[in-house]
Structure formats: structure tokens, C-alpha cells
């Protein structure tokens, strides 16, 4: 009896031989005890947008504005202003100015205030985001079949992808799917969602061109925790002194979608995750009456480092074995990638791996620049990435979250032809 298999996705020829059929997909010769597999997609990022907010909040900047609001000698402040000292990041952006009146009050603003800032300025982000994507990846909002989008600051329903897709003009049949819970580990989860329903669109026939986005507005919830610094100093996290409000999106394409090979920007090889087990207290971002409250123990990122070996070691083996990246005699390694990383310790994952600083300079940069922005920060460090000269031709990008969670996907640059460059 014949089936159909399933095979891992690849634009590459299992014999070298063998050119590429016409249509753009490969063909498969290998027997697996008479299952016949079946030809897979080329996945294509054709596109990649980014969008901050325009106002700043410099390092330097953060005693004058604590001082409006509170005693800056109390323990809490003071360990709060210790960390952002250590950090190193230089600004970090904001949806509203330092002085604007919704700060400047003596009570914090409440969740239903919090949730309509969000649905206004968190929406007009990832709008800008989109559009961005969209206009380098050459589509119009007619053209997207699904969008595959995730934040870890906005809980409301309907969710806030479709207020994105309806500012857009996508059509009402678009297949929108909202993740929920993944935390900074988002942006990665999303891709690799939205990998799945290319791959099962191209086995049905049909083109899919996928428009991921995210978006996370942190500066909203500070005054609550703030308010929590100043009355229980003991449970300061460096939250406060981490994160900017930011969005990204980008479009991922079958190679059914016309156009595509074209202007691909990073074609996507594998992708895995795994959930370290009885980590979950270790991060968590839950509901508070004054707004989401995130925790992150010591202890999380001496565990996400431990698991970010085998979950690269997985990938590694079947992209070289699967991808053709790598030859019979030469074994990939950590240093023949460029990497996109944001787990809470990169220096750890550097230092683990032997990487050279310069393989995460595009992280490092973002993270220096801007500090993270939980759930956009992996899709922004590949924008990025791109647009920082020569470097490594395959790039693994990870991130970890609550759960606790590591998403991974391994990518390769593309060429493009000069007119599409």
C-alpha cells in the first residue's frame, strides 16, 4: 500500500544531481520502504518590518523620572536604579513622552485605561510594522491568506490582531490566528506557527503568504510596578529596567505564492521548541488589578542556557543531515552561525557555545540600543541582521518564555536579484 509522508521542509534536492523542477519545489528520490514522500516547500521570508514609538527614554533619564512619584532613597528604587545602571542599555522607547499627563498622576492608571492605550497606540505599532513587511515583500492586504500574531501585554477579545488586520484592509476571510501565553519567546513561536500552515497549504495545493506580527507595550504597566518596587523591595525584578514598547512583523511564503524565490530574505529550514520540565514558576507574566506583573527568577536563565544545547544540537543535526548545509565529512557547528538571540542571558549562551561576540552582534545591538521588547525583539534582531553587511550564510534565532519555553528556527540567507534588492 502507498502513503504519503510528511517530510521536514527544504528547497534543497536530495541528489545534487537533480536539478530543480520548474515550479520551484524539490523533488524527492529517497525510498522509505515503499512510502512514496511527498515533494516540500521552500519556506521564504520575502519581507520584514519594525517599528518603535518616537519617544525616548534615556538610561540617564529614569531617577528624574521616578522622582515624580516617589522617594528615590526608598530600598526598592534605589535597587531598581542599581539595576538599570548595570544594564548597559542605552534608551528604551515609549508610546508616550516622559511628561505626558497620563504618567503624571498620583494613582497609576487602571487596567481599563491600560487596555484601551494599548488597543490605540499597541495596534498603530503593529500596523506600522505590516506595512513595512508588506511593502518590501511586494503585497497588497488582498494578497495575504493568513496572519499568525502574538503580545504578551493585552488580553482582550476580540483580540487585538483583528483591530491590526481591519486598519490594514486585509480581507474578512483571512485566517488570523492570536497566540496567547508565550511571553518573550513569542515572536519565534509565532514563525514557527505560521511555518506549519504554509507547509499544510502547499500540501493542499494552494500558494500561502502568512503575515506574522508582534507587538508588546511594556512602559504602560510601570507604574504598577513601580507601586510594587516601593512596597515589596524584596520582589524587584529588572523589568522596569529592560524593556521598550516596540513592534515587528514580518511575511513568510510557500513557494506556491508567485514572486517568491525572488524576493526571499531568509528562507526558513527548521524549527523546534521544548518546555523545561517544573520550570514554570521560573517566568511568568500574570494578571494583576493594576496590570500584567512579570517574574523572573534567578534561576531561569542558568536553565535556559542548559536547554538551548540539545534543542540546537536537535536542529543542527537535521538541517546539515535534511538541508544539504552541510557536507559528509564536515560537522556544523554553533560558530558557522550568525545568531538572533534573546534569552535573558546572552553572555551565558556565549559563553557556552564559544561564540564570537560578533556572531550576536545584531542582538547585542538591539539589546544596547533599545533593550528587548518581550515578543517583536527575535524578528527585530533579524531585521536587523540583514541590514548589517556580510556574515555568516545561516542564522539559528532563539528566544525563551514563560514556561518555561525555548522556540529555535534556523534560516538562511537569501540573494536577491538586483532589481529586487
Keep these: 500500500?502507498?502513503?504519503?509522508?510528511?517530510?521536514?521542509?527544504?528547497?534543497?534536492?536530495?541528489d545534487p544531481g537533480k536539478s530543480r523542477p520548474e515550479s520551484g519545489v524539490q523533488n524527492s528520490s529517497r525510498e522509505n520502504r515503499g512510502a512514496k514522500e511527498t515533494v516540500t516547500p521552500m519556506l521564504s521570508v520575502t519581507g520584514l518590518g519594525t517599528q518603535y514609538p518616537p519617544f525616548?527614554?534615556?538610561?540617564?533619564?529614569?531617577?528624574?523620572?521616578?522622582?515624580?512619584?516617589?522617594?528615590?532613597?526608598?530600598?526598592?528604587?534605589?535597587?531598581?536604579?542599581?539595576?538599570?545602571?548595570?544594564?548597559?542599555?542605552?534608551?528604551?522607547?515609549?508610546?508616550?513622552?516622559?511628561?505626558?499627563?497620563?504618567?503624571?498622576?498620583?494613582?497609576?492608571?487602571?487596567?481599563?485605561?491600560?487596555?484601551?492605550?494599548?488597543?490605540s497606540a499597541g495596534v498603530d505599532l503593529a500596523v506600522q510594522a505590516c506595512k513595512k513587511a508588506m511593502r518590501e515583500a511586494r503585497l497588497s492586504p488582498r494578497d495575504i491568506t493568513h496572519t499568525v500574531a502574538v503580545t504578551g501585554t493585552n488580553a482582550g477579545s476580540p483580540g487585538f490582531d483583528l483591530l491590526v488586520c481591519q486598519k490594514l484592509g486585509l480581507k474578512p476571510e483571512t485566517d488570523r490566528t492570536l497566540l496567547h501565553g508565550v511571553g518573550c519567546a513569542g515572536g519565534v513561536c509565532a514563525v514557527r506557527t505560521a511555518a506549519a500552515m504554509a507547509q499544510s497549504y502547499f500540501m493542499r495545493g494552494r500558494s500561502a503568504r502568512i503575515l506574522v506580527f508582534a507587538c508588546d507595550v511594556f512602559s504602560i504597566y510601570v507604574r504598577a510596578d513601580l507601586d510594587e518596587v516601593v512596597d515589596q523591595p524584596e520582589l524587584v525584578t529588572a523589568g522596569s529596567a529592560l524593556y521598550s514598547d516596540g513592534a515587528a512583523a514580518l511575511v513568510l511564503c510557500n513557494d506556491l505564492s508567485e514572486g517568491t524565490q525572488n524576493r526571499s530574505v531568509y528562507e526558513l529550514l527548521d524549527w523546534a521548541t521544548t518546555t523545561i520540565p517544573d520550570s514554570a514558576r521560573q517566568s511568568e507574566l500574570m494578571m494583576d488589578?493594576?496590570?500584567?506583573?512579570?517574574?523572573l527568577t534567578k534561576e531561569g536563565p542558568e536553565l535556559a542556557v542548559k536547554a538551548?544545547?540539545?534543542?540546537?544540537?536537535?536542529?543542527?543535526?537535521?538541517?546539515?543531515?535534511?538541508?544539504?548545509?552541510?557536507?559528509?565529512?564536515?560537522?556544523?557547528?554553533?560558530?558557522?552561525?550568525?545568531?538572533?538571540?534573546?534569552i535573558a542571558s546572552m553572555a551565558g549562551v556565549q559563553?557556552?557555545?564559544?561564540?564570537?561576540?560578533e556572531q550576536l552582534r545584531a542582538s547585542f545591538d538591539v539589546y544596547r540600543s533599545h533593550g528587548w521588547s518581550?515578543?517583536?525583539?527575535?524578528?527585530?534582531?533579524?531585521?536587523?541582521?540583514?541590514?548589517?553587511?556580510?556574515?555568516?550564510?545561516?542564522?539559528?534565532?532563539?528566544?525563551?518564555?514563560?514556561?518555561?519555553?525555548?522556540?529555535?528556527?534556523?534560516?538562511k540567507r537569501s540573494v536577491r536579484s538586483d532589481e529586487d534588492e
Design 1 to 14: 500500500m502507498e502513503f504519503v509522508t510528511l517530510v521536514k521542509p527544504s528547497h534543497f534536492v536530495d
Design 351 to 357: 559563553q557556552c557555545f564559544g561564540l564570537h561576540e
Design 56 to 119: 525616548t527614554l534615556k538610561s540617564d533619564q529614569l531617577e528624574t523620572f521616578l522622582r515624580n512619584f516617589y522617594d528615590v532613597e526608598s530600598p526598592g528604587i534605589q535597587k531598581l536604579l542599581q539595576m538599570n545602571r548595570s544594564t548597559m542599555i542605552e534608551s528604551r522607547q515609549m508610546i508616550k513622552a516622559i511628561d505626558d499627563p497620563f504618567w503624571c498622576r498620583s494613582v497609576a492608571p487602571s487596567i481599563g485605561e491600560l487596555d484601551r492605550c494599548f488597543r
Design 308 to 342: 538551548i544545547v540539545p534543542l540546537f544540537e536537535r536542529l543542527r543535526s537535521s538541517v546539515a543531515a535534511e538541508s544539504g548545509l552541510g557536507q559528509s565529512s564536515t560537522t556544523m557547528e554553533a560558530k558557522d552561525f550568525d545568531w538572533a538571540l534573546t
Design 374 to 411: 518581550s515578543s517583536p525583539t527575535v524578528l527585530i534582531i533579524l531585521d536587523k541582521l540583514r541590514k548589517m553587511g556580510e556574515g555568516r550564510e545561516n542564522v539559528v534565532a532563539c528566544t525563551s518564555g514563560p514556561g518555561m519555553t525555548l522556540e529555535m528556527v534556523v534560516l
Design 289 to 295: 488589578p493594576r496590570g500584567f506583573k512579570g517574574t
